[in-house]
Every structure is written in structure tokens, then in C-alpha cells.
């Protein structure tokens, strides 16, 4: 079974940017989705992003869309997560995911990474 490691998470200032990765431990599938998530104090997990392993094909959460890009690197096993204008309400742990339906709704996918903290500070 594949396992996903986050990294690039940290604390920053609102307007600041910051990119998180996801490597996987083995080569995905063609038919790979890749998402991530985030979870905030005393919330539920949120979708922010997905994207398909093998096509051009991304979908946001409103509330990141014009400011956060997911990406794919195929050499290296990758997702990331390329997070632009910082709101101190994007604060949360951000978790990539790993499925095969192209799917906004967590319980849609099986394996997730560990999750990394991201701070903005106002």
C-alpha cells in the first residue's frame, strides 16, 4: 500500500506563501486522484483541492480558488499544494490523500498522509 509524507508546512504571515508536498512511496496508478484537506481547531475536515494523476483535470474549494495551485510531478512521485495570498483563516492541518474517484468528499479516499500545521498569523 502506498504511503504519502506532507511536508512544507510552518508558520507564516497573511499575504505570505507556502508550499506543501506529498511523496508518495511508490509510483501512483494512471487512475490516481490526488486531493488534500485541511482540518482546523474544533472543525471538520474541508476539501481544497484535487487533482488527477494522469490528466490535466484540477478542482478547488471556493474558498482557496485564485490562490492555491495543486501539481503534479510524475518524476518524482509528488503532489503539491502551491498556497499564495495566506489568510490566518487557511490555519489548519493540511492532509494529502490518495483515491480513484474524483471526489471532493474525504470519506472517497483510502489513504492519507500524516498531515502538516499551517500557521498564519494576522
Known amino acids: 500500500q502506498v504511503q504519502l509524507i506532507e511536508s512544507g508546512g510552518g508558520l507564516v504571515q497573511a499575504g505570505d506563501s507556502l508550499r506543501l508536498s506529498c511523496t508518495a512511496s511508490?509510483?501512483?496508478?494512471?487512475?490516481?486522484?490526488l486531493a488534500w484537506f485541511r482540518q482546523a481547531p474544533g472543525k471538520e475536515r474541508e476539501f481544497v483541492a484535487m487533482?488527477?494523476?494522469?490528466?490535466?483535470?484540477?478542482q478547488y474549494a471556493d474558498a482557496v480558488k485564485d490562490r492555491f495551485t495543486i501539481s503534479t510531478d510524475k518524476a518524482e512521485n509528488t503532489v503539491n499544494l502551491q498556497m499564495n495570498k495566506l489568510k490566518p483563516d487557511d490555519t489548519a492541518v493540511y492532509y494529502c490523500?490518495?483515491?480513484?474517484?474524483?471526489?471532493?468528499?474525504?470519506?472517497?479516499?483510502?489513504?492519507w498522509g500524516q498531515g502538516t500545521q499551517v500557521t498564519v498569523s494576522s
Open positions: 487533482r488527477r494523476w494522469s490528466r490535466d483535470s484540477s
Open positions: 511508490r509510483r501512483f496508478f494512471s487512475s490516481a486522484v
Open positions: 490523500a490518495h483515491g480513484s474517484s474524483y471526489s471532493s468528499l474525504s470519506s472517497d479516499y483510502v489513504i
